[in-house]
């Protein structure tokens, strides 16, 4: 009970991280970012100027990617620095500080090993000939993506009740576009992942909205 | 008078108190905050916000610095080495005590 206490106080500066949607809207673009990735893969495909085989699907794929993390920092900067900061304060948490470099190496490192496992699979089992694709992996992708959302936010956004429907409506959705969407899993994982940023997104935005209809705007001078 | 008791009059007094305690766990879990932040997650008003810090900063729990954002005064507020070791102890004492 004493330790719930001290640690739900500790975790205070976490929740307080995503308190105007922030860490919502760069989980919102980097899933986009996949979304994007899986949306322009047949233009990928027929660009000259990228080299063939793996380096010719990994340039893009990470170039898409550090172009919407980089989109994401800037806009994360933005709102701090000009919404959150000012009305209730600056916080730098003490876990993303300090060990912030290093998890973003690991981040990378963890991309990069997952990215060339992931291909080697894929090549030995020869799935891009193949297409081959049973029913339970349609509905494997529902939870897959519902349980990041749903533990993300019941952890750093407790305050925010209306959330546990939006994962309820990020399911239901994810469901009409399993029983729906025509294809296999290249086909299918379009529809989805627009579908899950579109989630997460909207959630950054309207939570940004409500901290700022309850926040007021700062006093110049005043601290 | 048993052990576990005593450890309790063996507690640290100035973070013994509603207010600070919750400022220390607070600033515990931050590199560093301002006080704007500090007034915002504690909910306490300026004058006793101030009045707890300064009674922290005498302990030398806590460094305050002022400086400047603009032409405004800006307080960076954090814990000190000595803080985080008396706050780890006070945590470990009131834990073995109750």
């Known amino acids: 009970m004493l330790r719930n206490h001290f640690s739900d106080l500790a975790l205070r500066p976490k929740i307080y991280d995503n308190v105007d949607g922030t860490a919502e809207l760069s989980m919102g673009l980097m899933v986009l970012a996949f979304a994007v990735i899986a949306l322009l893969d047949p233009v990928f495909g027929k660009l000259k100027f990228l080299p063939a085989g793996l380096a010719g699907l990994l340039i893009p794929m990470y170039g898409t990617l550090l172009l919407f993390m980089g989109i994401g920092a800037l806009l994360r900067k933005a709102i701090k620095n000009h919404i959150t900061y000012p009305r209730t304060g600056y916080a730098a948490n003490l876990t993303l500080r300090r060990w912030g470099r290093k998890t973003w190496w690991l981040a990378v490192l963890v991309t990069a090993g997952s990215g060339v496992i992931a291909t080697a699979v894929a090549l030995a089992a020869g799935l891009p000939q193949k297409h081959h694709e049973t029913i339970w992996i349609r509905f494997v992708m529902i939870p897959l993506f519902v349980a990041p959302y749903a533990f993300f936010t019941s952890r750093l956004s407790p305050e925010h009740g209306w959330k546990n429907y939006l994962a309820a409506a990020m399911a239901a959705g994810l469901l009409l576009i399993a029983l729906l969407a025509p294809g296999g899993i290249v086909e299918l994982s379009r529809p989805v992942l627009l579908f899950s940023a579109m989630t997460w997104l909207a959630s950054a935005v309207v939570t940004l909205v409500i901290y700022i209809r309850n926040t007021e705007r700062p006093v110049p001078g005043e601290e | 008078m048993n052990q576990q008791i005593r450890r309790l009059s063996e507690l640290d007094r100035v973070i013994h108190e509603p207010g600070r305690l919750i400022i220390l766990t607070l600033l515990s879990a931050v590199e560093e905050c301002d006080f704007r932040y500090l007034l915002h997650e504690t909910e306490m008003n300026k004058g006793t916000l101030s009045g ?47």
């Open chain 2, 52 to 98: 707890h810090l300064s009674r922290l900063e005498e302990a030398g729990h806590v460094k305050i610095e002022k400086t400047f954002r603009g032409k405004f005064p800006h307080t960076l507020l954090r814990l000190t080495e000595d803080g985080r070791v008396a706050f780890a102890d006070y945590r470990k004492k009131l834990k073995q005590s109750l």
